[in-house]
């Protein structure tokens, strides 16, 4: 045919056959697209699913939610392997494919990230003004602690980007191909009738330390998988007045960014409390180590224990959650110890320190003795408030100068003690012998119920402030606290001291052995505390925790054994900064703050009697039908 005769000024416009055109039959390929030019020509709209199916993608796209709270039935490997197929089927760059499925399921992983995300909860709440930290402290964030398993999607960016199509330029185009492949599995999810949750309150190289990722693979945070114990209409953060959905159109631009286009969302800044100093963050988690004097094989409260308790408060004819953070105190008390618990032990240890010749404290170390007596007599103010609130009391001499006080159980070092300034606090073999004696005295204190902790000693303020330098990254400036009746010269002495402390430690080796910790810088009393920790929560007992000095030994156990974070309760906050931070180490939101001073267990006697109360009112409260 000539060139003339197909010139486009000639060429039929419907691109029918010219006459003496011959036509061929189609090769139809046997893989791959089979449609025709003009199959898709004739019905641009043809590969559309019918609406039926349109409408149950729209449905389930819709009821998609971010699932909180689970029940602890197990979900079969079978249903597993369906989410996971679901993600392996998403979009990728490249076709690279870099996601990579791990599925947790070992016990003390999971309870390190539970409490990898208690900690980042509390460190967030911080940042934020009193009302927006209230709102993020009152969100159910127990999805880890409850669902069966785990799933972390890791995003593998090893390759090199200008090695993959596509990311040569959007060199996160591998991760945004990951987060691709988890809306798939939250869709598949949710159409299996299976909750899924996405928890990010975690520091990423955390997480990825406890997972032994390599160098180059990077998390996506953590997804928790199970059977929903809620069913949510709408999503959940917005039930909780966290925020709303906008407009479609408030969103939605056309050809360019227009000159005065949409503003900056500013509902998250709105919550941003003022600039304050913040701890370090320490972002390795430091290994189990079973060689510890403080190592012990706990068991967290199982989910279906976790999930039960939870249960249990909701059939009250009253609504989920009106008593507050008293409700989720008691949640976990009641997964711990059961919801039969009438009573308990004050705990309460004494010792002196000869850290005091460097004058770190307003008081003269007799009165120690002082308070000791007085608590023998009943009569000191930590007894009293515990007396009050129907706790037995054990006072206990760790240490106090003098020989020991006659009427205490006793717990004292044997070796040479030393200022921690220049030599360390005490011997590793007394850190031994005063953890296992401490043991033996939780183990007791817990036949009664709950155990509240109490600290009596001139100048252990200043050691539990090195302490908290070690275990949460902050200053000796921020950690030095007024104590009781210290001015603002003294506190300036107390951040010499420690600064002081730590020219003399290997601070990095004490944060990986908290044992080796507590013999440098600490203290016979927080040795002792530590041991009746473990004692107590071996023995399924619930500890309930008071100011600093009496917080610091929870952590340097917590930082050992995970497990143990899940038995314990803050009783109150104090006014010493360093306080917040080893809470915040801890995961653990405080009942009660009231600005004490005291020690003693006053404040632990205190959230105590709220804790009583709240489960005298779960056993006689009016109970809702099935």
Not at 123 to 147: K, V
């Amino acid at each position: 045919m000539s060139d003339e005769a197909r010139d486009p000024e000639t060429t039929n416009p419907a691109d029918e056959p010219l006459p003496g055109d011959h036509l061929f039959e189609r090769p139809v390929p046997n893989v791959g697209d089979d449609s025709s030019v003009n199959e898709r020509d004739r019905d641009v709209s043809g590969w559309a699913f019918d609406q039926a199916t349109q409408a149950a993608l729209d449905r389930v796209i819709g009821a998609r939610r971010d699932i909180r709270r689970f029940r602890p039935d197990p979900v079969s490997d079978e249903l597993v392997r369906e989410v996971l197929n679901a993600g392996h089927g998403g979009p990728s760059v490249g076709q690279s494919q870099p996601w990579r499925f791990i599925i947790v399921k070992d016990r003390r992983t999971r309870e390190r990230a539970a409490l990898m995300s208690d900690r980042e909860r509390m460190r967030q709440s911080r940042q934020l003004t009193a009302e927006r930290s209230q709102r993020l402290l009152d969100l159910q964030l127990e999805g880890i602690r409850e669902a069966p398993l785990g799933i972390v999607v890791a995003c593998d960016r090893r390759a090199p980007a200008a090695g993959v199509l596509g990311r040569n330029t959007f060199h996160d185009a591998d991760m945004w191909s990951c987060a691709a492949a988890i809306e798939n599995m939250w869709l598949t999810a949710r159409a299996l009738g299976l909750g899924m949750g996405w928890v990010t309150l975690m520091q990423p190289d955390e997480l990825a330390g406890l997972l032994n990722l390599p160098e180059g693979v990077t998390t996506l945070g953590w997804l928790c998988l199970g059977w929903p114990n809620e069913r949510p209409p709408y999503p959940g953060l917005e039930r909780r007045a966290w925020s709303h959905k906008l407009p479609l159109d408030q969103v939605v631009m056309t050809d360019r960014w227009p000159d005065n286009g949409p503003e900056p969302p500013v509902s998250a800044l709105a919550g941003m409390a003022p600039a304050e100093p913040v701890e370090s963050l320490i972002t390795r988690p430091i290994p189990d180590d079973p060689s510890s004097v403080l190592w012990s094989d706990v068991h967290a409260p199982s989910p279906q224990q976790v999930v039960d308790a939870r249960d249990k408060g909701e059939k009250l004819l009253t609504p989920p959650g009106s008593l507050g953070k008293l409700d989720q105190a008691l949640d976990r008390l009641v997964a711990a110890s059961g919801d039969q618990v009438t009573g308990g032990t004050l705990v309460l240890v004494g010792a002196d320190h000869p850290l005091n010749a460097h004058k770190v404290s307003a008081f003269d170390q007799s009165v120690s003795r002082q308070v000791m007596e007085a608590a023998l007599e009943g009569r000191a103010v930590g007894v009293v408030t515990a007396r009050s609130a129907g706790l037995d009391v054990m006072v206990v001499d760790a240490g106090i100068d003098g020989g020991p006080v006659a009427g205490c159980e006793l717990a004292r070092p044997e070796d040479v003690r030393g200022d921690l300034v220049n030599t360390p606090a005490m011997t590793t073999a007394d850190v031994r012998r005063l953890v296992t004696r401490g043991r033996e005295l939780g183990a007791r204190a817990a036949e009664r119920g709950v155990v509240c902790l109490g600290e009596i000693g001139i100048g252990n303020t200043t050691i539990a402030s090195a302490l908290a330098c070690v275990f949460t990254g902050i200053t000796p400036e921020q950690a030095a606290g007024i104590g009781a009746g210290s001015d603002a010269k003294m506190v300036e002495h107390k951040a010499e001291v420690l600064r002081a402390i730590f020219a003399r430690t290997d601070i990095t080796a004490l944060r990986a052995d908290p044992a080796l910790a507590l013999a440098e810088v600490g203290g016979p009393e927080f040795a002792v505390l530590a041991g009746v920790i473990l004692g107590a929560v071996e023995a399924g007992s619930t500890v309930v925790l008071d100011g600093l000095a009496g917080s610091v030994p929870a952590l340097a156990v917590v930082e050992v054994n995970p497990a143990v974070q899940s038995y314990l309760i803050a009783g109150q906050v104090s006014r010493e900064f360093a306080h917040g931070a080893v809470l915040t180490r801890l995961g653990l939101e405080p009942l009660v703050s009231l600005r004490l001073r005291a020690g003693e267990g006053v404040g632990a006697s205190l959230a105590t009697q709220m804790l009583f109360s709240g489960l005298a009112v779960r056993r006689q409260s009016g109970r809702t039908e099935e």
